[in-house]
């Protein structure tokens, strides 16, 4: 059953239709009868009255909903004088929103626990003053924050103080601490695992890394999920079955009560209800393994997936290649003078070659420079100034056969060129090789050149589709080809390029560490951190949770139609009725709960 008021959400009003119940029986056991009617139909309204708004407002939208068989039943019940199996019906209506609404809560307490990490206040700093604590949502871009060990930074800025320490796990999936410079960036949602540390504030709260993730997380929580509105398609089914019943009923045992034991037993509201719980458990057990599937509805679209299109970059492979070789072209500069000046200017890059001259330099323990006025241009390079010169640091033209090279200018000088190699995560073969035999039909999208793709695809083995040297237009034309085809397709990526096709594919799932790329805005399943098993893992997620909301609906219809051909004969009377279709809804509700384990 659809949410309805925050009273019906509350333990309240359960426990007072059940004690309006107690006293019913007190009363008339006591021969007190008016007092006792007057107490019980208390009890039906408080139990039934927002599903009346609900009825009439579905009737208002043209929606033919299974709550209108609730509504009859209790009306039925007033009109027999079967007062007490009325004050029960209003009971299990109440007591199946509290439990809806608990359900709930726990499916999505992962998701909640991902809002809360966040302080709402933090400590202003100023040299030579006192820290101020102020919330949050007031600090500004250019004011620079205090955080102490242990602490969540709450904001995106660049570290003031001179060294940090970070665990970045809970956004990356890393499990080890970053060290950081006067000057890194740091995220938001990350850990200060070392001293206390002063960060400069880059961007507000509203922009800040962590506030998307959340942002993802609340726009899952709202999406009315497929299933639900499947339900509502088996309603119509449901309903007229349900009549045609109680019509048997009423001509077969002579009058109203008959029909009203059918719409006892008939009552579906967990049908509803464990369908959005059980979808809301998927989404729950996905963000226990870092990923965030932004709709309910990506749920029951991936488990109907029969073709999947990777990325080849970042995807299959590392996307972090390591450093090969420096071709130093002027000899004036010396190997660790390169690397140095390189590490400096790509520091704070996001570019995947710029984390592995960073990780090269520090490995290296190359002499620590600050470069000034960095730009970085997509498609252009990177350039900055240090000691009065400017470098620049751009992608060859041509990359050789054995991966890729940059090119280090000083000024229009090529002074030196680094050479790279991609290699396949540890995990991406038997993964693979796992998705061939499910039959799933696999192809790689790459803007890599065909010789490069090639030499992956043969490391894959046979039964992958390659298609290399791709411009992101390319990717979304190959996706509408696939979807012409009637096929349901996953795209898999996990840079700006692949956007399009992301957005595209009727699934769109993103590696990310850097959670604002135009990647992520467009792709609804967003996996933190760069682990390939993830991919699997929510396609196992997404299909378990569809077959637990089915197993919900099937149960929940199939035992109703039992129970009320049964009524229809005299073999159910309405009060027993009532009790088993309340063990049905906690049956069905119990069931839609497995789906937030993994």
């Not at 139909?41 to 708004?53: D, H, N, Q």
């Not at 955080?147 to 103080?161: C, H, N, Q």
């Not at 000024?411 to 073969?429: C, R």
Request: aromatic residues 6%; proline residues 3%.
């Amino acid at each position: 059953m659809k949410k309805l008021s925050s009273l019906r959400h509350n333990f309240l009003n359960p426990t007072l239709i059940f004690l309006g119940i107690i006293l019913y029986g007190i009363l008339s056991y006591f021969e007190y009868t008016t007092v006792a009617q007057t107490i019980i139909l208390i009890a039906i309204g408080l139990g039934s009255y927002s599903l009346v708004l609900e009825t009439f407002s579905e009737l208002f939208k043209k929606h033919f909903a299974l709550d209108y068989i609730a509504l009859v039943a209790v009306i039925v019940s007033v009109i027999t004088g079967e007062y007490l199996v009325g004050a029960i019906i209003a009971l299990m209506i109440s007591t199946g929103v509290t439990l809806e609404a608990y359900g709930a809560r726990q499916a999505k307490k992962s998701l909640t626990s991902l809002i809360d990490r966040i302080p709402q206040e933090v400590l202003l700093w100023e040299k030579d003053k006192e820290t101020v604590k102020t919330k949050i949502s007031k600090v500004k871009v250019g004011q620079s924050i205090f955080i102490r060990k242990g602490e969540v930074i709450p904001l995106d800025g660049t570290l003031e103080s001179l060294k940090g320490l970070t665990d970045e796990s809970s956004l990356t999936g890393e499990p080890y601490y970053i060290d950081k410079l006067q000057g890194d960036l740091l995220r938001s949602g990350t850990v200060n695992s070392g001293d206390a540390i002063v960060v400069k504030v880059t961007k507000e709260e509203a922009d800040s890394t962590y506030r998307k993730i959340i942002e993802m997380v609340q726009s899952a929580q709202i999406e009315k999920a497929p299933l639900i509105r499947l339900a509502d398609k088996y309603s119509t089914f449901f309903t007229l079955v349900t009549f045609f019943i109680s019509l048997f009923a009423y001509f077969n045992l002579g009058g109203l009560d008959g029909v009203l034991a059918v719409l006892v037993v008939a009552t579906p509201c967990p049908l509803i209800i464990a369908t959005p719980i059980a979808l809301l458990g998927g989404v729950n057990a996905a963000a226990k393994q870092r990923i965030i599937i932004k709709k309910l509805a990506v749920l029951e679209t991936l488990s109907r997936v029969d073709t999947m299109v990777f990325d080849k970059t970042g995807t299959l492979t590392l996307g972090r290649p390591k450093l090969t070789t420096i071709s130093i072209i002027q000899t004036k500069y010396s190997y660790d003078e390169i690397l140095s000046f390189a590490a400096a200017i790509e520091r704070n890059s996001l570019h995947p070659l710029a984390k592995t001259i960073v990780e090269a330099a520090k490995e290296k323990k190359v002499k620590h420079l600050i470069a000034h006025d960095t730009q970085e241009i997509v498609g252009k390079g990177i350039s900055g100034i240090i000691n009065n010169t400017e470098y620049v640091l751009r992608k060859l033209p041509e990359e050789n056969s054995d991966g890729m090279q940059i090119e280090m200018l000083e000024g229009k000088k090529q002074i030196a060129v680094f050479s790279f190699a991609d290699v396949l995560k540890k995990d991406s073969k038997p993964i693979i090789s796992r998705l061939k035999q499910a039959g799933y039909e696999l192809f790689i999208f790459t803007g890599d050149k065909k010789k490069t793709a090639d030499k992956i695809a043969l490391e894959l083995g046979e039964g992958i589709t390659v298609r290399a040297e791709m411009k992101p237009e390319d990717k979304q034309k190959g996706i509408e080809e696939l979807k012409k085809q009637k096929k349901v397709i996953a795209m898999i990526g996990d840079g700006i390029n692949d956007a399009p096709a992301l957005a595209l594919a009727d699934v769109g799932m993103v590696f990310s560490n850097e959670e604002q790329t135009a990647s992520s805005e467009a792709a609804d399943i967003v996996l933190l951190g760069g682990d390939f098993q993830q991919a699997t893992q929510t396609l196992s997620i997404s299909k378990r949770s569809v077959n637990i909301a089915m197993q919900s609906i099937i149960f929940g219809i199939g035992a109703s139609i039992i129970c009320m051909i049964l009524a229809s004969f005299g073999l159910i009377p309405p009060l027993l009725g009532a009790g088993i279709q309340e063990v049905i809804d906690v049956a069905v509700i119990l069931n839609a709960l497995r789906a937030a384990h993994t």
